[in-house]
């Protein structure tokens, strides 16, 4: 059958090695298959011809028919230009050229109908468009609709003259390759019930469609079988591992748990953190590996829930182990368990990189000789050297810092991998979940600790810095703490330091009569702890700290965060800086200074925070207001956003809607019918082509 994954674009018309060579190197277009995978990122419509005195300054993409009367060079340098004064008796306007002078300057003749096509400007009291799209007015094809496709490409493409305009005439030879349709890649059954248009058809109208509708349709098409091909990859996986790996079965809720439940728990727990543990409860004791993702709100008492699991784990005889992102928040687990189960007879320890010698070795022959129960640590426990006699669960606090290759590692230090738990406080946007973390189970802890009143959230111009002050000395007063975060990063760290240490010396006057201490990344670990551990104890009233305080630190006496340059922050940071305060029964108060001049964008995300305390809503709008790729986790997760038409921050219902559609085809066995054996066929293909699809985990 006629394959399009195997036919060299080079050969079809108008392209040849040079051009296929780039498009190969540009855009890793290769096939037949390839290019006409390469779906426009917008239509324009050109139906409707302007008249040059009707134009202003002020107007979109237009288009013109008339001539060139005259054209010169002019300028030097940067400046040089070649400019052509283009007519449709009406006026005239300027269409100007910095680049590739020359390649113009031959192409274009006088007196001949042309159809421009460009962003018109005003300058020097004349229109002009710079690098206008010309084509002879005899050829110009537009699709039925009077659309035209539009392509991205790249500044090399663009110099060799591979522009959007290039692609098109290629697709309209690429689309004349179909005269046979091509093998379906979605059963007939698909076909017929969610009433989709044929491959052959979608890929044709896509390009150059005929109708609004007809073009709807066709995107549908594309999305639903992009999307659905990722959820069946990832359900499959999920399905496989499965069968391949046992999990250890924890029968029993034994003396440990019921201990710590009657006598050591210092509240009630809430209904959410009872029904997660119910989940964690028939995971553990089904016979099947735990792979589950816990996401609840920060604040929303996930540290419970952990260390109970763990603790069904020794139930059971087996290890458990926690890991933290930080060395501060490894400390501070360390801290809070301890506490809660001190009195049991449970071995806790701590291993982080500043654990060392014999400290060190006596845990490692502790977790060999199953003396240690309960290992707390950061990326140190899952290092090679440590092993244990018999690790039953992992527990993966504030997951967005570890990335897939790390959570792999696991699976190494057993022979059946351990029950994994993947608590995080970045609320994942559903569709995104099902995208990144689609093999995992997910429960959610949707409800707060009874008490905690919502925090308020308050926007203030740098200018007003004294009305800030009122509000910080009001709440020291009341002998509640006060955080001042202050951004840092890597490209701008010196300013940014500066800027800390400025702020720090600015406080420091301002309150002189309290105590501030200072936290950031740039100190030593244990001058680090040694300031946070005089805020922690409530020597220090005030805290002026970087992001290193971001994930999970928990002071509940601590009342007022004031996030310094909250304009430089992303939403998510944002919300979980927050959630530092509004711990305790106290009103809490967030507070983010901002220069006075806001970018659109940067105001937007402001007025979100200040109207939301929601920590999933915020993420929704996130992720439209970013994009996928740009979310936190999302460059370490291992997941390549490169899905071709269909679009997470839009496609959300259509993901689960297919998804739904996938579990049906997994979970059936109707899935060894011949019909889906295309199915399976096809999702090989997709596996070989995407390198990183085959590697998720
Ligand atoms: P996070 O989900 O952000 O990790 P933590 O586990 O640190 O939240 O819990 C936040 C605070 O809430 C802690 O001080 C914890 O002791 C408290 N907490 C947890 N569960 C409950 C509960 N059921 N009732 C009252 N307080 C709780
Ligand atoms: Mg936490």
New binding site residues.
């Given amino acids: 059958m006629f394959d399009i994954g195997s036919i060299n674009i080079q050969y079809l018309a108008g392209i040849g090695p040079r051009k296929a060579a780039i498009l190969k190197e540009e855009l890793n277009i290769g096939s037949l298959h390839d290019l006409l995978y390469y779906f426009p990122y917008k239509y324009v419509d050109r139906s409707r011809i302007y008249l040059i005195r009707e134009i202003d300054g002020n107007m979109p993409y237009i288009q013109l028919k008339g001539e060139i009367l005259s054209a010169e060079t002019i300028g030097e340098g940067r400046q040089r230009r070649w400019v052509a004064h283009f007519s449709d008796g009406t006026g005239i306007v300027d269409l100007v050229w910095f680049q590739g002078i020359k390649n113009v300057a031959n192409r274009y003749k006088w007196h001949q109908e042309y159809i421009v096509f460009g962003k018109p400007t005003m300058y020097g009291g004349r229109v002009n468009i710079a690098h206008p799209d010309i084509d002879p007015a005899s050829e110009l094809k537009l699709t039925n609709m009077g659309l035209q496709p539009y392509y991205n490409t790249t500044d090399k493409m663009k110099r060799n003259y591979i522009n959007s305009r290039a692609i098109e005439a290629m697709m309209q030879n690429a689309i004349k390759q179909l005269r046979d349709p091509l093998p379906e890649t979605l059963t007939p059954t698909l076909l017929h019930t969610h009433h989709l248009m044929p491959l052959t058809e979608a890929l044709t109208v896509v390009h150059f469609p005929t109708t609004p509708e007809q073009l709807r349709r066709a995107q549908y098409r594309l999305k639903f079988e992009e999307l659905f091909y990722v959820q069946l990859n990832i359900l499959h996986y999920a399905t496989e591992r499965q069968q391949k790996y046992r999990g250890y079965r924890f029968d029993t809720v034994g003396t440990l748990f019921n201990t710590f439940y009657a006598h050591h728990l210092p ?4 209904d959410a ?1 009872k029904r997660v543990l119910k989940e964690i409860r028939r995971d553990t004791g089904s016979g099947k590996q735990m792979n589950r993702l816990l996401q ?1 709100d ?7 829930v952990a260390l109970m699991s763990m603790l069904i784990a020794l139930d059971n005889g087996y290890q458990a182990c926690l890991m933290a992102p930080t060395e501060i928040l490894a400390n501070q687990h360390y801290i809070t368990i301890c506490q809660l189960l001190a009195g049991m007879n449970i071995e806790v320890r701590l291993l982080t990189g500043s654990v060392k010698g014999k400290k060190r070795a006596s845990i490692l022959s502790g977790l060999l000789t199953k003396e240690i129960h309960l290992l707390i640590g950061t990326h140190a426990v899952i290092e090679e050297t440590v092993s244990f006699a018999a690790l039953g669960m992992v527990i993966i606090d504030e997951q967005h810092r570890f990335g897939v290759a790390q959570r792999a590692r696991l699976w190494t230090k057993n022979l059946q991998p351990p029950h994994v738990l993947v608590m995080t ?1 970045t609320p994942i946007p559903r569709t995104l979940a099902m995208t990144l973390y689609g093999d995992l189970d997910v429960s959610v802890i949707d409800e707060l ?2 008490g905690r009143k919502p925090i308020v959230t308050i926007h203030q111009y740098d200018a007003h810095r004294h009305t800030l002050y009122r509000t910080v000395r009001r709440e020291i007063e009341k002998g509640h703490q006060i955080y001042f975060v202050y951004p840092l990063i890597k490209e701008s760290e010196k300013i940014d330091l500066k800027n800390l240490e400025d702020g720090y010396g600015n406080i420091c006057k301002e309150f002189s009569e309290y105590t501030v201490c200072q936290v950031h990344g740039k100190m030593k670990a244990t001058d680090k702890d040694a300031q946070m551990q005089r805020f922690v104890s409530g020597e220090a009233q005030i805290m002026v700290a970087t992001t290193v305080i971001e994930v ?1 630190v ?1 002071v ?1 006496n601590a009342s007022v965060m004031v996030i310094e340059n909250a304009e430089r922050f992303g939403l998510s940071q944002l919300h979980q800086l927050r ?1 530092r305060v509004g ?1 305790g029964a106290e009103q809490s108060y967030c507070i983010l200074v901002t220069k006075f001049q806001l970018a659109e964008d940067t105001r937007k995300r402001i007025d979100i925070m200040v109207e939301s305390n929601d920590g999933f809503e915020i993420a929704e709008a996130d992720l439209k207001l970013r994009g996928p790729g740009d979310l936190e986790g999302t460059q370490q997760s291992g997941v390549p956003f490169d899905l071709k038409i269909a679009d997470l921050s839009h496609d959300g219902q259509l993901l689960q809607y297919v998804r739904h559609i996938a579990e049906e085809i997994v979970a059936d066995p109707a899935a060894s019918l011949p019909e889906n054996a295309l199915l399976w066929k096809q999702l090989k293909v997709l596996q070989k082509n995407h390198a990183n699809w085959a590697a998720i985990s």
């Fill in positions: 509240f009630e727990l809430t953190q609840g920060v604040g929303s008492g996930k540290t419970l406080a600790p009874p999970g928990n509940p959630g711990r």
